[in-house]
């Protein structure tokens, strides 16, 4: 009797109906829309004057937007405004159908007159107003007028003195000088072949230059693009109409012909240009500034190249006396550079360089002159340093992001280290366990610093630059998420498959457990090599693996060795030569340690899915180890890595420089794909792509859908019409969890609609 009585809930439980859309219904519970966010989960802090005074707003019990003011030398708190008197204040500014209350104030980027600090400007329902805390009154601001209102402003690149303005018309160089007089400067400009920037040097060639002015000179130094050689894909878009095809110029993995850049440097007083030698390397890589200058100092810019080999690099100084280019510092490292974290920092005018390198193993920070002479190191080897956050030339020291320097502390996570610049013990100022994030005051006395991880919702202080807290601010609050049955996930430390190397990431398990029952796995992967996507900071449900458990899985999302460029050398370049298969041994090592750790776990059951490279490493992972991967999806993948961008196969997998029996460089670059191992498919295989996606080009899936059929072997594909690369998040996140609950819980869905069961 009590088996009929199960079989007969067995039954019910993959019945269509009513039945269907109320299992599904257990995820959408824990969605993060059906959760809410939690109170307080962000909190501004806007630094007034030189940062003796903060503004800050967060939810106070009621559910208003409370704004306080805060003195940093009494450490006084007050309301910045209060929520009544502000709400009638901006009636008058506001629509008829949407009038202000106070918890609704609708009041966005506030910014303090650094002149008169208990003044702020903000702007509300599109207009820009202006309020005053003392007097408590409230006007409105004209429009912004000036300069940069001009119809074409921003086509213009002026001189600092605004006696001159460089633009670009037809992809040639126009200098304009005082009265509007003009001279072009080149003539020979085309399509792809433009001193433009943006879509502007493959359509009209209008626009602003790509370039800067050297200091206080009228000296220019002009970019200018070549893509002429470089070959086209196309992109079919079919949702309406004739089917039309979009073509753009694509750099891929060991074509011969790439993006080159030239130089031009041009004097105004003379009305000329010349252009300057900058070639080094074959097919040489010049990093262009594209939201910045090119640093300058005196009468110099710098600017660096790299080889396209991905090992050497060199930075090197344009100096407008003599219209010479010269290196000031060379650097290889083996078996390629650290795009990632690399970066460099001109200092004191030129006199010294701030440099990062991960010669040593780790990257670390080294101080040079400005002719190109190392003088000591900065950092050492006790944390692997990322970004600089801020540089006190005068108090010779700086602020830069560390990784791995704390013992206990997930390696991951970035702390903050102050450091002096001619070399000595670093100061961690934030070594709290968990990700941080700091924003520094004006005067750079003292800093806001908040951290939290995916089992910790986020805290939040006010620190001087010893380390030391000043106030403590309101963290965030969780209980009413908590309440709704919600319970953070699980951090877990495993070893890599080597049993040696630490690897860490997150557990998702379901709210209720069964103890007389088996759950599947599921692995969530991204193999990186330039970040792994493994959350650090908190989330109520990141990617929805927190849902996806719900129905009834493990879920697994763990970094692998190759797979973060802030873990160092050796751990990052793991995958070098062998892209498409290095993380599966990690990823099974991880499954097989989770497994052994939860009683409840079924490593018979076992799936993976991932996007973009996450969806090449879940195809690889059901074609090369179908024994243990039963199900997978794989979306956007870049399963053939031959024909995706040049700048991450060449450089994750390395490329080949020969020369051919005439004589010339040739490079080479062969990437093992998915469609070799198309004849090993066992278990159910969901292939998806966006027929719009012009990052991994769709072709990549169909070549392996291709193989697959050649192979004989049944699999799942779907073609979603006019989606990128993103793919509509909503509906794929759903189509995941209804490919797994039927493969690996063994539940036929019938519901024949895919989206968020209400």
């Known amino acids: 009797m009590k088996r009929s009585v199960i079989l007969l809930m067995a039954v019910l439980w993959i019945l269509p109906g009513e039945a269907q859309p109320s299992y599904m219904k257990r995820a959408d519970r824990y969605s993060s ?42 450490g006084r708190q007050r309301r910045l405004f209060d929520n009544d008197r502000m709400a009638r204040l901006l009636r008058p500014y506001a629509d008829s159908l949407r009038l202000p209350t106070p918890d609704r104030l609708g009041i966005y980027g506030i910014e303090f007159d650094r002149r008169a600090p208990l003044r702020f400007q903000f702007v509300y329902n599109g207009r820009r107003l202006w309020y005053d805390v003392r007097t408590q009154r409230i006007r409105k601001l004209p429009p912004v007028v000036g300069k940069s209102a001009g119809p074409d402003f921003w086509d ?47 359509d009209d060639g209008m626009g602003g230059p790509v370039g800067c002015w050297i200091g206080g000179t009228h000296k220019y130094l002009a970019v200018r693009e070549d893509k002429r050689d470089v070959k086209e894909i196309s992109i079919i878009d079919s949702r309406r109409g004739r089917p039309v095809a979009a073509n753009r ?45 090119f640093p300058v100092a005196g009468q110099s810019a710098f600017f660096v190249r790299r080889s396209r080999t991905c090992d050497s690099m060199e930075l090197c100084r344009v100096d407008t006396r003599d219209n010479s280019v010269r290196t000031v510092i060379r650097e290889t490292t083996r078996p390629h550079l650290n795009e990632q ?47 600089v956050v801020h540089i006190d030339t005068l108090g010779r020291s700086a602020i830069v992001e560390g990784y791995g320097g704390e013992q206990g502390i997930n390696p991951h996570y970035r702390l903050f280290y102050k450091v002096p610049l001619d070399g000595g013990p670093a100061v961690c100022l934030t070594p709290e366990d968990g990700h941080h994030l700091i924003d520094i005051a004006p005067g750079g006395e003292c800093l806001y610093d908040r951290w939290s991880r995916m089992n910790m919702p986020e805290k939040r202080r006010i620190a001087d630059l010893s380390g030391r807290t000043v106030t403590e601010l309101p963290g965030a609050d969780l209980s009413e998420v908590r309440a709704k049955g919600w319970r953070e996930p699980e951090l877990l430390e495993l070893l890599a498959a080597d049993s040696v190397t630490k690897l860490y990431g997150v557990v998702y398990l379901p709210f209720e457990i069964d103890p007389n029952r088996k759950y599947p796995i599921i692995s969530y992967v991204y193999p990186g090599p330039q970040e792994d996507l493994v959350p650090l900071a908190f989330s109520v449900d990141d990617n929805d693996n927190m849902m996806l458990a719900q129905l009834g899985f493990i879920v697994v999302h763990f970094s692998h060795r190759g797979s973060c460029p802030t873990r160092g050398r050796d751990y990052y370049n793991y995958g070098y030569g062998n892209l498409r298969d290095y993380a599966l041994d990690d990823d099974m090592a991880v499954i097989r340690q989770v497994a052994a750790r939860y009683a409840f776990a079924d490593l018979d059951r076992v799936g993976i899915y991932g996007h973009s490279g996450g969806g090449f490493m879940a195809a690889t992972a059901m074609l090369q180890h179908p024994e243990f991967y039963k199900v997978g999806v794989a979306a956007s993948g870049n399963h053939d890595n031959n024909i995706y961008f040049q700048s991450w196969s060449e450089t994750y997998h390395g490329v080949r420089q020969y020369t051919d029996a005439q004589g010339r460089i040739r490079f080479e670059c062969k990437v093992p794909t998915d469609i070799e191992l198309a004849s090993r498919l066992r278990g159910p295989l969901l292939l998806v792509h966006g027929e719009l996606d012009d990052n991994v080009h769709p072709a990549s899936t169909l070549r392996l859908a291709d193989a697959l059929i050649r192979a004989n072997k049944r699999f799942d594909m779907m073609i979603i019409p006019g989606a990128d690369h993103g793919l509509p998040i909503r509906y794929f996140n759903n189509l995941v969890r209804y490919y797994f609950v039927e493969h690996l819980l063994g539940l036929p869905q019938r519901d024949m609609d895919i989206v968020k069961h209400e």
Do not use: C
């Open 156 to 202: 213009r690149d002026y001189t600092s003195d605004s006696l001159y303005y460089m633009t670009v018309s037809r992809h040639d160089l126009i200098l304009v000088g005082r009265g509007g007089d003009s001279v072009r400067l080149t003539a020979d400009g085309a399509p792809h072949y433009s001193f433009a920037s943006g879509e502007a040097a493959s």
């Open 341 to 387: 974290l690399f970066e460099y920092h001109i200092l004191n005018d030129g006199r010294e360089i701030l440099w990062w390198s991960e010669r040593s193993g780790r990257g670390r920070f080294y101080l040079y002159d400005g002719e190109g002479r190392l003088k000591n190191e900065v950092t050492d080897d006790r944390f692997v340093a990322g970004h």
């Open 33 to 74: 829309d059906s959760l809410g966010k939690g109170r307080n989960m962000s909190l501004s802090v806007r630094w007034i004057g030189d940062g003796d005074r903060y503004a800050y707003y967060m939810l106070d019990e009621g559910g208003q937007n409370v704004y306080y003011l805060v003195d940093m030398r009494s």
């Open 249 to 293: 110029k694509y750099v891929a993995a060991g074509d011969e012909g790439v993006v080159r850049h030239e130089f031009w440097l041009v004097d105004a007083a003379e009305r000329r240009a010349i252009r300057l030698d900058i070639d080094r390397f074959p097919d040489q890589k010049i990093e262009v500034p594209l939201l910045q200058p």
